[in-house]
Each structure stands twice: as C-alpha cells, then as structure tokens.
C-alpha cells in the first residue's frame, strides 16, 4: 500500500499517530475474506460519497483479483445476478449500518445476515462495516485526496 496520502487540512497519521495506529490495527485485526471484505469497503465509501476510499478499494478490489463487472455493478447489487445470498445479505446489512441513522439496521436486514454468517462472521462483517466508516469520516474530515493510492504488489497483498 502506498504510505504517501495526501490531505487538503491534516495527516492524522502524522498528528494523532497513536489513534491513527490503533485504527490500523482495530483494521488488521478483522478475519473477514478479502473479496467480501474489499466489496464492503467500497459500498459504504460509494454511500458515503467518498471518492479517495472509492479509488483505493476499487483498485485493492482489482489487484485481489475481482472481476471488474461486480465492481461496477455493485451500486445495484440488488437486481445483479453477479453477487451470491451471502454477499447480497453482507451488503445489505453495510448499507443500513452505513446508513444507521436513517434505518437503524431493521429486523429483517439483520435476520438474512444472520441466515447465511455464523456468528462470528456476523459479527468480524459488523466491526468491517464500522471500520470502514470510521476511515471513512475520518478522511472525510481531513479532505485526503483520491488518485495517488497504488495498491500493493499482488504476491504480497494480504487484503
């Protein structure tokens, strides 16, 4: 992963780099496969219309070896034949976690989660979501711009 980010107002890792680094390791410390979880990424940064998280997990996503179609069909992932129950359950329960405040995870978004994750899945994909928003508001914030990510080389990605 490229380790030289740009941000318009703060370098947190620079700044705070004590949070900054418990963030990295709350990240590294979730069991999730790396496809579900470079799709996870991207949902919430495209509902949370951040463009730098966009860039990085569309080009992490590609260099683990997903198709480029899923990627781009993803913002109607619904009605795409490209994704599997378990992943539609995943994605749906990111949308309302992302979007807790409108929907606060209802009954049924939790129950199909529930139908096809154990409960340590279900609960590794919870603390993914969260993580990823987290980031999300914290680039957000500090306006860290998009188009200088390069993802790591593929031997040595380890999602």
Not at 3 to 14: G, I, K, M
Not at 38 to 43: D, M, S, T
Not at 104 to 109: A, K, S
């Amino acid at each position: 992963m490229s380790t030289h980010v740009l941000a318009e107002r703060l370098r947190l890792s620079e700044h705070a780099a004590r949070p900054y680094a418990a963030m990295a390791r709350l990240e590294s410390g979730i069991e999730l496969e790396p496809a579900l979880r470079e799709l996870i990424k991207l949902r919430a940064s495209q509902i949370n219309g951040f463009v730098f998280c966009i860039d990085m997990h569309w080009k992490d996503a590609r260099a683990a070896g997903e198709r480029e179609e899923r990627l781009y069909s993803l913002d109607a992932l619904r009605e795409s034949p490209l994704y599997d129950e378990r992943e539609r359950a995943a994605l749906e329960l990111c949308d309302a976690v992302t979007l807790v405040a409108d929907s606060h995870v209802p009954d049924g978004v939790w129950e199909r989660a529930e139908a096809v994750l154990d409960r340590d899945g279900l609960a590794q994909l919870v603390f993914a979501i969260a993580a990823i928003n987290a980031w999300n508001r914290l680039a957000v914030a500090t306006r860290i711009q998009p188009g200088h990510y390069q993802p790591a080389a593929p031997a040595a990605h380890g999602g």
